[in-house]
C-alpha cells in the first residue's frame, strides 16, 4: 500500500511537473523550462550540510566531484549520472539523493555534468559522459567503481557500459538504475504506454524530448536506446522504476533481457510510484529505496 505521502505527491506532480513541457500548441520553450527548473531548484531545495563540489574541466563539459567533509572511511568511488530528460538539470535535488547514497555507502561521488539538448543533441551527452569516465579511471583507479543513473542518465548509464564492453576498457563493480529510459526507439508495447496513468510525464512530453536528444539520430542505436545492444556479460544490476512510469517496460524489459543472457540483476518495481521517486526525501518509500542501494552496493564492494 503506497504511503499517503506518495499519493499527495503524485497529485502535485500531475498539476505541477507534467504541464511544464506539454502545453498544446503553446509549448514553452526548452531552454525556459530548463530555466525555469534550474531556478526552482536551487531556490526551493538547500544543498545538502558538509557536502562540497569540485570542478575538473574536460574537453567540452566538466567532471564534477562531491565529498562529504564529515565521512571517514571511503570504500570507492561513485559515478553517479543525473537526468533531466537530456534538456535538463536540478543539481540540488541530485545533491541531496546523492549525499545520502555517499553517506550510506561510504562512498566519494564524481558526475558528468554534461552538454544538454536541443543545444547539444546525441552524441554530445553521451561523449561527455565516456570522457568522464575515462578521467574517472585515470585519476582515481577502476576498481570500487559504482555507477548509477536516473531517468535519461540511466539511458546514458546502460549505454556507457555497453560501450566500455566493447571498448575492452573497465567496467564498474556493481551498476544502479532509477526509472531508466532505455528505449528511445519505442518498440515497446504502445498500448500500455498510452494507457499509463503517469503523473509525471505525457506521451507528448516524452517524444518532445525524445526528439530534442535525438535530433535526426537512429533511435535503434544502441547508444541511444541501449535495450537494443548486447546485455550480456555486465556487472551486477538493481534497477528500481514505479509501476505508474511511462517508461515501466524499459525497466522489466531490461531485467528479461538480462536474464535471459545470463546476467545477473535484480527489479524493483514499487506500485503507485512516479518517476524518479527516490529522489523526493520525504517518501517513506524513497528511504526504504535508499537503503536498498546501500546494501546492494556494500555487498558488491565488501568481497
Known amino acids: 500500500m503506497p504511503s499517503w505521502q506518495a499519493s499527495v505527491l503524485n497529485t502535485i506532480l500531475s498539476y505541477v511537473a507534467r ?9 514553452v520553450p526548452l531552454a525556459q523550462v530548463r530555466k525555469k527548473l534550474f531556478d526552482l531548484d536551487k531556490r526551493w531545495l538547500p544543498w545538502p550540510d558538509k557536502l562540497v563540489s569540485a570542478t575538473i574541466p574536460l574537453q567540452h563539459s566538466s567532471l564534477l566531484h562531491y565529498v562529504l567533509l564529515n565521512q571517514q572511511t571511503r570504500l570507492g568511488n561513485l559515478f553517479y549520472i543525473r537526468g533531466g530528460g537530456f534538456c535538463f538539470k536540478t543539481p540540488h ?9 555517499s553517506q550510506r555507502c561510504q562512498l566519494d561521488t564524481y558526475i558528468p555534468d554534461y552538454r544538454l539538448a536541443p543545444e547539444h543533441p546525441f552524441p554530445a551527452p553521451f561523449d561527455d559522459v565516456l570522457e568522464a569516465y575515462k578521467r574517472l579511471i585515470a585519476l582515481r583507479g577502476a576498481e570500487n567503481v559504482i555507477l548509477m543513473g536516473d531517468s535519461a542518465g540511466g539511458n546514458l ?7 566500455l564492453k566493447r571498448l575492452a576498457l573497465p567496467l564498474p563493480t556493481a551498476c ?9 526507439a519505442l518498440t515497446g508495447d504502445t498500448e500500455l504506454i498510452l494507457a499509463a496513468d503517469d503523473p509525471f510525464f505525457t506521451i507528448e512530453a516524452l517524444l518532445r524530448l525524445r526528439g530534442a536528444y535525438l535530433a535526426g539520430a537512429d533511435p535503434m542505436s544502441a547508444k541511444v536506446s541501449p535495450l537494443q545492444g548486447d546485455l550480456a556479460d555486465l556487472p551486477p544490476i538493481l534497477v528500481i522504476a514505479g509501476t505508474r512510469e511511462l517508461l515501466l517496460q524499459d525497466s522489466e524489459r531490461l531485467v528479461a533481457q538480462v536474464k535471459a543472457s545470463g546476467g545477473e540483476i535484480t527489479g524493483c518495481f514499487y506500485p503507485n510510484m512516479p518517476h524518479v521517486f527516490p529522489l523526493f526525501n520525504l517518501l517513506p518509500e524513497a528511504l526504504e529505496v535508499r537503503s ?7 555487498s558488491h564492494l565488501i568481497r
Do not use: N, Q
Not at 176 to 184: E, H, N
Not at 292 to 298: A, P
Open 19 to 27: 504541464p511544464s513541457i506539454s502545453r498544446g500548441k503553446a509549448k
Open 93 to 101: 535535488a541530485h545533491a541531496r539523493l546523492i549525499a545520502d547514497i
Open 157 to 163: 548509464a546502460l549505454s556507457l557500459l555497453l560501450e
Open 176 to 184: 544502479i538504475l532509477l526509472s531508466p529510459a532505455l528505449d528511445l
Open 292 to 298: 536498498k542501494i546501500s546494501h546492494f552496493v556494500l
